[in-house]
């Protein structure tokens, strides 16, 4: 059996490590070049960084900022926001990336997808997704919808039809944010995810309203996802990588022990 991922998100905003509640009332709380670091040195499994304006400011991602994480961490690191066409995806990269995150520009044109899967490989393409959950109807069936640019702009696909044209079109793993549940701290939105994963074969990480490592617990098993992502839990203090770790292998979850430098 594979081991179980977690996985820390940095929301950066202007250079800063951000944080928000359900995408509003963001928050600068620190420096994401000395956060990355001290996340790697506890023994995260790996790394993604959003730059969380990028998308609707219409402008490219900060590359320096993505640079400077890349020189601090040896696990694998994956990039979002902003990125419009492979040529983005190329330069994020060579700026020490080993997966992209694509979104927004996704959702507007999906042969982004295949071809930045086509360039660089399926494992080197992760398509994000930020879902909001709405009353059922023709066009949205499950009852959650895709929305982009920060959750700004909500587009009338339904999220669950989404990921599996994202798995066909060649992403090689998902991550699945609810924005319900996002900074809620209140626990990850679990039907959403299990539905997801159940839906696609690639890999579905569970984002959005950790708090307690239990809420991972859930995500990993009844949530059926491959790999949590947590931010708030971390970016505070309340508990560690190797505390959150503890819990979930001695409740019978695979997960690495131990940070490989």
């Known amino acids: 059996m594979l081991s179980k991922r977690i996985i820390a998100c940095l929301d950066v905003r202007d250079g800063k490590l951000a944080k928000s509640v359900k995408f509003v009332d963001t928050q600068d709380i620190g420096d994401p070049v000395v956060k990355a670091r001290e996340y790697y040195e506890a023994g995260i499994d790996e790394l993604v960084f959003y730059d969380i304006t990028a998308s609707s400011e219409n402008r490219g ?47 507007k044109n999906p042969g982004l997808i295949a071809e930045a899967s086509k360039a660089f490989g399926a494992q080197a393409v992760v398509l994000s997704m930020d879902v909001l959950r709405v009353s059922p109807s023709p066009s949205i069936p499950s009852g959650y ?14 999220a669950i039809e989404w990921a599996r044209r994202g798995e066909e079109l060649g992403a090689g793993e998902m991550v699945v944010n609810s924005i319900d549940a996002d900074g809620t701290k209140e626990g990850y939105e679990l039907t959403l995810t299990r539905r997801i994963a159940e839906a696609v074969s690639v890999p579905v990480i569970a984002s959005g309203g950790g708090g307690h490592p239990a809420h991972l617990y859930d995500a990993l098993t009844e949530g059926k996802a491959d790999a949590a992502l947590v931010a708030s839990m971390l970016h505070y203090g309340e508990y560690t990588v190797a505390q959150i770790k503890e819990y979930l292998a001695g409740r019978g979850i695979k997960v690495r022990r131990m940070n490989a430098k």
């Open 61 to 107: 991602i900060l590359l320096e900022v993505v640079s400077r994480v890349a020189e601090q961490v040896f696990i694998p690191f994956s990039v979002g926001g902003g990125l419009r066409t492979v040529e983005d995806c190329h330069r994020v990269l060579l700026a020490g990336a080993e997966k992209v995150n694509v979104n927004s520009a996704a959702v």
């Open 145 to 158: 919808e895709i929305v982009i640019h920060g959750g700004r702009i909500r587009t009338g696909l339904d």
